[in-house]
């Protein structure tokens, strides 16, 4: 992921440049702490889906971006990340948005491993952590997990892109949910809005939240609806900025089962924002409360690395 940054105005005054910088990495950091909420499912599951056209993709159907930036205004978007990505030309605005609106190559790749590794959902509970389109929890749901919750940094993408996924792809409208095994499978793009028809007993396995790691945990956590730890905890393309490395390492080791599994899927190294796998792997490391494996590396274009992480001492 990209992150465009601009330098510091000079200034004759060493004291008064060095107030600002502070200024600035305390406003930053007050960004980064957005407070969680969760997501009820409507009703009337048409208007989860009024004005959404839907392309496909390893016979997963998820919104047109395109068509989305051009319809998503107003109430739609209160974050204003559509608009502000749009016009910054940026896929990510540190603390304002994180990348959710975009489907990264990294998720392509930890979906073809469910299927060479045999990935077993059935009956799991999972989380789907920096969702954005939620294919991967989608993909869970589709292996019959008992559970899926589906978790990103922004409001903003629940309501107009991973909702609407899990909406298309449970409903008799949208892909069936089925065994999943043609997942090589590819059509065409939707020419038309979708409709859903029905409301299947596959949404009442779901729950949706937005918010920074932190803030989300400590949500589910506190929440009145109990909630076991997760059995599989499923993330891609989430750890470009160290930055973020303490909360991540924190909400796994809070919301994981102590016999639950990560699944990390990464570029080695993301240029210009400093993050990458080997780091990640370090940090844990350091931390030592997990054990890490590297279970897959893909080396066409950009080197990427699947990552599984267990707690020490697991059964």
Known sequence: KSM?????????????????????????????????KEHNIPKDLNKVLENKVMETALDLCY?????????CLGDADSEGIVSKSVSSHSDLIPGVYEGGL????????????????EIDFTNRTVLDLGCGAGLLGIVALRGEAARVHFQDYNSTVIDEITLP?????????????????DSKASKPP???PRKAEGSPDVLHR???????????????????KPCSKYDIIL??????????????HDTLAQLLDRNGH???ASKVHYFGVGGGTYLFEKFIEEKNVFTTSMVKTIDQGLQRCIMEIAFKNSC
């Not at 979906?111 to 060479?116: A, D, G, I, N, T």
């Not at 729950?207 to 506190?222: A, D, I, K, V």
């Open 206 to 224: 779901c729950r949706f939240f937005s918010g920074e790691w932190s803030q989300f945990s400590q949500h589910l956590l506190n929440s009145n």
């Open 262 to 264: 990560v699944y990390l």
């Open 102 to 117: 975009k489907i990264w190559e990294c998720t392509f790749d930890l979906l073809q491993y469910f299927s060479e590794a």
């Open 63 to 71: 919104v047109k971006l395109s068509v989305l930036e051009m319809s």
């Open 165 to 181: 996924n899990v909406v298309a792809n449970c409903t008799s409208e949208g892909r069936r949910m089925g065994s999943g095994k």
């Open 4 to 36: 465009e940054t601009a330098d510091p105005a000079a200034d004759s005054s060493p004291k008064l440049a060095a107030a600002e910088h502070r200024d600035v990495v305390a406003s930053e950091k007050n960004l980064c702490v957005k407070a969680a």
């Open 190 to 192: 939707s020419k038309r």
């Open 235 to 248: 993330t891609s393309e989430t750890i470009y900025n160290p930055d973020y490395y303490s909360a991540l």
